[in-house]
């Protein structure tokens, strides 16, 4: 015998609804903090007359990536150092790039460049402020 369609039908109703209910909790274990701020991306270039970073602020504390490319024709260290940072990488060669990950409070930083061997003109660092207020990546789409 060929059991009715209503049977089914009801059946699966409640088999979804319960199912619906246990997936729906009442939230009160989780708070509602902003999530944590995404990296911000700069770059820069070592010139024979600077380094420039762009841009050359940051709306706030939080993770930055700096990828730097170096367009002399010597091999330099670069160093990122303000506050208690002081990260260096390097030697990045000629036409090379290299990248500093670092998590920045407010304040000033400096970027400069070095190099093993003496060069006739020191080159200038570049600049860069970090705001204030605290950064976070709610309502930012296309983040993990």
Same mark, same amino acid.
Request: some cysteine; aromatic content about 2%.
């Given at each position: 015998?060929?059991?009715?369609?209503?049977?089914?039908?009801?059946? @699966?109703?409640?088999? @979804?609804? *319960?199912?619906?209910?246990?997936? @729906?909790?009442?939230?009160?274990?989780?708070?509602?903090?902003?999530?944590?701020? &995404?990296?911000?991306? +700069? !770059? %820069?270039?070592?010139?024979?007359?600077?380094?420039?970073?762009?841009?050359?602020?940051?709306? %706030?504390?939080?993770?930055? $990536?700096?990828?730097? $490319?170096?367009?002399?024709?010597?091999?330099?260290?670069? !160093?990122?150092? %303000?506050?208690? *940072?002081?990260? !260096?990488? %390097?030697?990045?060669?000629?036409?090379?790039?290299?990248?500093?990950?670092?998590?920045?409070?407010?304040?000033?930083?400096? *970027?400069? &460049?070095?190099?093993?061997?003496?060069?006739?003109?020191?080159?200038?660092?570049?600049?860069?402020?970090?705001?204030?207020?605290?950064?976070?990546?709610?309502?930012? +789409?296309? +983040?993990?």
């Amino acid at each position: 015998m060929r059991a009715s369609g209503k049977t089914r039908t009801g059946g @699966c109703a409640i088999a @979804c609804g *319960v199912l619906l209910l246990s997936g @729906c909790g009442g939230g009160s274990d989780f708070k509602n903090e902003p999530r944590p701020a &995404a990296a911000i991306e +700069l !770059t %820069g270039v070592i010139k024979d007359s600077g380094v420039t970073i762009s841009p050359d602020s940051v709306p %706030g504390s939080g993770p930055v $990536s700096i990828t730097i $490319s170096n367009q002399t024709n010597d091999a330099h260290t670069v !160093t990122l150092e %303000g506050g208690t *940072v002081q990260e !260096t990488v %390097g030697p990045v060669n000629p036409r090379d790039t290299a990248t500093i990950q670092k998590t920045l409070q407010s304040g000033s930083y400096f *970027v400069k &460049a070095g190099s093993e061997r003496a060069v006739s003109k020191e080159i200038a660092p570049a600049s860069l402020k970090v705001a204030a207020k605290k950064r976070d990546s709610s309502g930012k +789409l296309l +983040l993990p």
